[in-house]
């Protein structure tokens, strides 16, 4: 079936380091590829999306790549500061014909803790 | 982006009763979400609530449990119904746009089964 796997489950980086969170998608129809932030109860936000005519996108310390190929995509934030610290969610987007609408698929997240 | 509110933010409920929530857009959307996301889970969609036709069931989940409501282009009910403790989780609807062809979450709702 269709699923998305997220690696790593927990990531712990000292303020300033880079952190790099990856995302696996089982099917090759998914063409829109959303990351969102989760802080502690609150709603996800959209930190950054890519679309599968696109190879990578930056928005500041943000970014993202795709690698349509390995079905495969990433995100990046450089220069981490502990308001980074969260819970991001990526996901996996398609088209369905019926009954017109999007479905998505979530990974399971992965907890980034910045160390100040 | 879209105002998206759910009420109530947060309920605890007894075991075997209903729960509606309530999920409301300052604008028109076509396509809105239900999602459940229990603790320290990831987010699993419910159901698809398009305007003018029945919801769209994701499997493991059945109307009869969580009929859903979308009378309009701004609002949509989900209910939790015949509730057991495994239903306590965060129910979260989203939306759409087609403007930024993009999704929002609503806030949230918290649900605590006795």
């Known amino acids: 079936g269709e699923n998305v796997e997220q690696h790593p489950s927990t990531l712990s980086v000292q303020e300033g380091d880079s952190a790099v969170i990856k995302c696996t998608y089982s099917?090759?129809?998914?063409?829109?590829f959303p990351w969102y932030k989760q802080e502690l109860g609150k709603r996800p936000q959209l930190i950054i999306d890519i679309r599968s005519n696109v190879g990578e996108k930056k928005d500041q310390r943000i970014a993202v790549t795709l690698n349509k190929t390995a079905k495969h995509f990433s995100l990046h934030i450089t220069e981490t500061q502990p308001e980074d610290s969260a819970v991001y969610f990526c996901?996996?987007?398609?088209?369905?014909?019926?009954?017109?609408?999007?479905?998505?698929?979530f990974g399971t997240g992965t907890r980034l803790k910045v160390l100040a | 982006s879209a105002v998206i509110s759910q009420k109530p933010s947060r309920d605890i409920c007894q075991r075997g009763t209903s729960l509606t929530i309530q999920c409301q857009v300052d604008?028109?959307?076509?396509?809105m979400f239900w999602y459940r996301q229990q603790p320290g889970q990831s987010l699993t969609l419910i159901a698809t609530a398009n305007q003018g036709s029945e919801a769209t069931y994701e499997s493991g989940f059945v109307i009869d449990k969580f009929p859903i409501s979308r009378p309009n282009l701004t609002f949509s009910t989900l209910t939790v119904s015949n509730m057991s403790p495994e239903d306590s989780s965060i129910y979260l609807c989203?939306?759409?746009?087609?403007?930024?062809?993009?999704?929002?979450f609503g806030p949230g709702t918290r649900l605590t089964v006795l």
């Open positions: 996901a996996a987007s398609k088209r369905r014909v019926s009954p017109g609408t999007y479905k998505y698929i």
């Open positions: 989203s939306v759409h746009l087609w403007v930024t062809d993009t999704q929002y």
């Open positions: 604008s028109q959307v076509t396509m």
């Open positions: 099917d090759s129809a998914s063409n829109y």
